[in-house]
């Protein structure tokens, strides 16, 4: 009879500052179970709503890291592990990166960086970078509102909205168009600047007012080409009190939109939620995990924004999870890594050798 090794799956908890999400919930702790072994850091899913008991019950073991990271085939975080907490080579990472994280990655073939589906067609739930954005830009809103001393709108006798603040969304990614809904949705009078043609629709079907769109941003922009972009965009940002900025350039630094200049001509108290601060920043005083003051302007670089709605961030990294291992995981519970299927090939790009369990 043919014996078949189960995988090893280990599930880490995160300990970047702040981070509460946790990268496998004990739902799908419990629809894995039956054809993988899965050993959980305790506490790694705590900030997120789930003890270590929920884990156990699932199907479950808890586990020290020492023994997780010696014994797994797989292992599973939300964020690129600190190189003191780095699985060894032999064992697949599975985690959410930033193009830093990916560029390092790609030239280790265990590294499976998530990121690399965002947008990726027919990746549905596995594109977890979309899913996370959608959370990010609800809780920038939030997170601005609650900055800027303002709580949801309300209603006078006529039904007209009390001093409705003025939200501006600098791009039209899936981080910018959910910010302007929620924005929309507490009452905020919303605008927003798009680079490209088709972003027109989207952003009027939500209800906000297109300042400027389809003004080009191309990959390789030269220094000219962004002072005159900039030039045209400082004009509308300098009524606003919220902005959102959510522009990228693929496989690039998201190119600074809003300048030191641009930041003197905003009224004191305007807030800025930059959402590209862990890839360097839309705005040139952006810092990561940082709150900048410059000219009585908020600067918001947080990239734990997500954390911020830990359990349903958490729910949908999980289901992004669970359906990514149905594709590497035999029913019968052994690893395959099939290079012919479009979503592997994509994750594992640029990658030069196989991936096989560890014996």
Do not use: W
């Not at 990472?93 to 030239?107: H, K, N, P, Q």
Request: aromatic share 2%; net charge negative.
């Amino acid at each position: 009879m043919h014996n078949t090794i189960r995988v090893q799956i280990g599930l880490l908890r995160e300990t970047f500052p702040d981070e509460r999400r946790v990268a496998l919930t004990p739902d799908d702790v419990r629809r894995l179970s039956p054809r993988v072994t899965i050993r959980f850091e305790r506490g790694c899913g705590i900030a997120a709503g789930h003890d270590d008991d929920a884990y156990v019950a699932a199907g479950a073991q808890p586990a020290s890291f020492e023994d997780i990271r010696s014994r797994s085939d797989i292992i599973l975080s939300v964020r690129q592990p600190d190189i003191d907490r780095a699985p060894p080579e032999r064992a697949i990472l599975i985690f959410l990166g930033s193009i830093e994280a990916d560029d390092a990655g790609r030239s280790h073939p265990s590294r499976l960086n998530l990121s690399r589906l965002a947008g990726f067609p027919d990746a549905g739930s596995m594109d977890v970078s979309t899913t996370q954005a959608i959370i990010c830009g609800h809780a920038a809103v939030l997170e601005a509102a609650r900055r800027l001393g303002v709580s949801p709108s309300m209603l006078t006798i006529d039904g007209s909205f009390v001093r409705p603040i003025k939200m501006l969304a600098l791009g039209a990614d899936t981080s910018c168009l959910q910010a302007i809904a929620t924005a929309r949705r507490l009452g905020a009078m919303t605008h927003a600047i798009a680079f490209s043609d088709d972003a027109q629709d989207r952003i009027e079907k939500l209800g906000a007012k297109l300042l400027l769109g389809g003004i080009g941003l191309s990959a390789n922009p030269s220094p000219a080409d962004m002072s005159a972009l900039r030039r045209r965009i400082t004009p509308q940002l300098i009524d606003k009190q919220l902005i959102v900025t959510g522009a990228t350039l693929p496989g690039a630094r998201p190119p600074i939109l809003i300048d030191e200049e641009a930041l003197s001509s905003l009224a004191p108290g305007t807030i800025v939620i930059d959402l590209t601060a862990a890839d360097g920043g839309n705005c040139s005083v952006t810092e990561p995990d940082q709150v900048v003051d410059i000219h009585g302007v908020r600067v918001v670089g947080l990239t734990t924004l997500a954390s911020l709605e830990a359990a349903e961030a958490s729910r949908l990294f999980s289901e992004g999870i669970h359906a990514l291992l149905g594709r590497i995981v035999d029913a019968d519970g052994s690893l395959s890594l099939n290079r012919s299927d479009p979503i592997i090939r994509a994750l594992t790009a640029a990658v030069g050798e196989a991936i096989r369990v560890a014996s």
